[in-house]
């Protein structure tokens, strides 16, 4: 089965830090995809990013850059220079296929327990 | 609109209550979810739908009973819930792509429901 893992429960930080949001994962599959998705206050998730386990390149995007190592089964989460409106809980997820006779008919979706990152002013 | 809109935002029943959670995607995708988000645990999947046809359901109580009409929209019928029901039901839909090629979910805003 798969499994996610996010240690973290809450962090607390002053704006303007690096703070790093750690996922570990474990799953039988050799191709999967990894996915990070933020929940503000609101409560949509919102879709941050997503990592083919083939493709091992750190991404940066902005602020936000993403460390994935097959070798110990993590995808790191990194925000550089924090500010206020990044404070919601981030979630880390790892899919699989969902297939129905030939056909693949969607993606099952196994999410961490979230981090609750607070940026305070 | 756009993106993944869901209704009402905010709902309060009581246990003998009757009422539907309505979910639509303005994506084009082919595939919808219901997930269930409770206090101090993971998002649990309900429901899957592709292309109309429950393909998922993931031991969910008969009182949560899910419509997928068509591909853009998605209902939850709730009916004699009970206090422990109350969550954040959100809704999802992706493309259902296939092969090598990512299938990103997309989410909707979710409804808070609260069970008397």
């Known amino acids: 089965a798969q499994k996610v893992t996010q240690a973290q429960t809450e962090i607390s930080v002053v704006e303007k830090e690096d703070v790093t949001l750690d996922c570990v994962y474990e799953?039988?599959?050799?191709?999967?995809?990894l996915f990070w998705y933020k929940q503000p206050p609101s409560g949509e998730l919102v879709f941050l990013i997503r990592r083919n386990s083939f493709d091992e390149q750190n991404e940066i995007s902005g602020r936000y850059s993403w460390n994935f190592q097959k070798s110990t089964s993590s995808f790191n989460f990194t925000i550089t220079a924090s500010q206020v409106v990044d404070s919601a809980v981030y979630f880390c997820?790892?899919?699989?296929?969902?297939?129905?006779?030939?056909?693949?008919?969607?993606?099952?979706?196994?999410f961490g327990e979230g981090t609750q990152l607070t940026v305070n002013p | 609109e756009t993106g993944v809109t869901q209704t009402p935002r905010h709902l309060v029943m009581g246990m003998t209550n009757k009422k539907s959670l309505k979910c639509e995607q303005h994506?084009?995708?082919?595939?919808m979810y219901w997930y269930k988000q409770s206090a101090k645990k993971p998002l649990e999947l309900m429901f899957v739908y592709s292309l109309e046809e429950r393909v998922e359901n993931n031991s969910v109580p008969s009182r949560f009973s899910p419509e997928c009409p068509n591909s853009s929209h998605l209902f939850l019928h709730l009916h004699t819930l009970q206090p422990e029901d109350s969550a954040l039901y959100l809704c999802?839909?992706?493309?259902?792509?296939?092969?090598?090629?990512?299938?990103?979910?997309?989410f909707g805003p979710g409804t808070r429901l609260t069970v008397l």
């Open positions: 997820a790892l899919s699989e296929w969902m297939v129905s006779g030939r056909e693949t008919s969607g993606s099952r979706l196994t």
């Open positions: 799953t039988r599959d050799t191709t999967y995809y």
């Open positions: 999802a839909s992706s493309q259902r792509a296939g092969g090598t090629s990512t299938d990103t979910q997309y």
């Open positions: 994506l084009g995708h082919n595939a």
